[in-house]
T-cell receptor
């Protein structure tokens, strides 16, 4: 049973560029949440997708957007990258009540130069 | 609004000694509580969770936590730590009542095992 997978593992981008990160949820899960984890900090909630719609959003600007596909996989897009966007981006999946338990992927390390 | 406070950013402890990592939360409603562990360069792994029922929760790797509603705490304990327990530990809370809820994390406590 495959867990949550994310790609790519590492990514280096330049300020102003755009980036797309990908996530495949754990088998059987239908809800995907995205988190940003800056160095030395806890994960910060970005947004959550269910039934291909954004259901809840944290305190992140519109430069951060996402998408969920019919197979429940998800993408996180960040436009106009800033140096402060450098972080580990974590995807988590869940079934049913998202607040009950989430399974996390290994993350994508984004470095903006 | 929910929030989580982890009172110690780092905790050094000798191998085979007991450890307690402290966590306090604030919420206006009943909550679900979690402890996650993050090993270097990895994602988060669920250690244990409190959803309802017994306030003493046992998790993986010999860890346990006790939910104290009056003190709004959910401290994590292990009677004897091993060098392999070196990691970052995150306490988290959610109101968990509907699909649209989210999990709020604390800033983490780094557990440093001394030989």
């Amino acid at each position: 049973d495959a867990g949550v997978t994310q790609s790519p593992t590492h990514l280096i981008k330049t300020r102003g560029q755009q980036v797309t990160l990908r996530c495949s949820p754990k088998s059987g899960h239908d809800t995907v949440s995205w988190y940003q984890q800056a160095l030395g900090q806890g994960p910060q909630f970005i947004f959550q997708y269910y039934e291909e719609e954004e259901r809840q959003r944290g305190n992140f600007p519109d430069r951060f957007s996402g998408h969920q596909f019919p197979n429940y996989s998800s993408e996180l897009n960040v436009n106009a990258l800033l140096l402060g966007d450098s972080a580990l981006y974590l995807c988590a999946s869940s079934l049913g009540l998202a607040g009950r338990e989430q399974y996390f992927g290994p993350g994508t390390r984004l470095t903006v130069t | 609004a929910q929030s989580v406070t982890q009172l110690d950013s780092q905790v050094p402890v000798f191998e085979e000694a007991p450890v307690e990592l402290r966590c306090n939360y604030s919420s206006s409603v009943s909550v679900y509580l979690f402890w996650y562990v993050q090993y270097p360069n990895q994602g988060l792994q669920l250690l244990l969770k409190y959803l309802s029922g017994s306030t003493l929760v046992k998790g993986i790797n010999g860890f346990e936590a006790e939910f104290n509603k009056s003190q709004t705490s959910f401290h994590l304990r292990k009677p004897s730590v091993h060098i392999s327990d070196t990691a970052e530990y995150f306490c988290a809370v959610s109101e968990g009542r509907n699909r649209d809820d989210k999990i709020i994390f604390g800033k983490g406590t780094r557990l440093h095992i001394l030989p």
